[in-house]
């Protein structure tokens, strides 16, 4: 199994503004993430979840230490070129799906690939095909204002996976959900997982981590347990029935 994504003696110090006082964010971590893996990050508030998720998206670089992102290291990069690596090397997946409301479901899907080039005959093939296999080929023409969470959540994670990814990042995918649509995004979830997504999720709710390959336990900024989940099961056909394929 390959890595895909890959930390070492990772820190991040920040420093509260007009004093020196320093914050130790996350302190001199190691961590390799593998190809096809579910993996879900737990911790109290404060903990690094963030920071690491910031980092592990290139929102965000290391005070000190390496990421390698595929083959590439990416800890000291200029902002454009890692703009650039977070539009085609990894998918976002917010708890609060920031769409945009003017546009339909087609057009939020098409957003990514118009400001790479993509062609427009392209765009709507790609988009479509997406948008179906997540189960809203009767939405397309439909604004965010007009879905339920669920499925606004549905087409955050086409989108995410729009520029086929090396890994997908979810910051609590079913906070803003109830419990039987959280339930239906999770079964999508692990539809991916066996086509060979990989998958990174941040949640505060261990039922939702348990589903998960791979638990991290974060405290203070460092990984305090790292669980692999020889328990996970998961039901293939629900899974299939809820992405709608």
Do not use: W
């Amino acid at each position: 199994m390959s890595v895909v994504a890959s930390v070492r003696n990772l820190s991040k110090i920040y420093r509260k503004p007009g004093t020196n006082v320093e914050v130790h964010a996350l302190r001199s971590l190691d961590l390799d993430i593998n190809e096809g893996e579910y993996t879900a990050i737990m911790g109290a508030s404060g903990s690094g979840k963030s920071t690491l998720m910031n980092i592990l998206g290139c929102l965000d670089q290391p005070t000190i230490g390496s990421y390698i992102l595929g083959e590439q290291d990416i800890s000291s990069l200029p902002d454009d070129e890692l703009s650039e690596i977070r539009s085609k090397r990894i998918g976002f997946i917010f708890q609060n799906f920031n769409l945009i409301q003017q546009l339909t479901v087609l057009e939020n899907l098409e957003v990514p690939m118009f400001y790479m080039g993509i062609p427009p005959n392209e765009r709507r093939r790609r988009a479509t095909e997406l948008a179906e296999k997540v189960g809203l080929a009767e939405r397309l023409d439909h604004r965010p204002m007009q879905l339920s969470g669920g499925q606004q959540q549905r087409v955050c994670i086409a989108r995410a996976m729009i520029n086929d990814p090396l890994i997908l990042l979810a910051d609590e995918p079913t906070g803003a959900l109830d419990s039987k649509t959280g339930q239906q995004i999770l079964e999508l979830f692990d539809e991916l997982v066996t086509q060979g997504r990989t998958i990174i999720l941040v949640t505060h709710d261990p039922s939702v981590a348990h589903r998960c390959d791979r638990i991290i336990y974060l405290h203070d900024g460092r990984v305090s347990k790292d669980v692999h989940n020889t328990q996970r099961e998961v039901n293939v056909e629900g899974a299939q029935l809820a992405a709608g394929i």
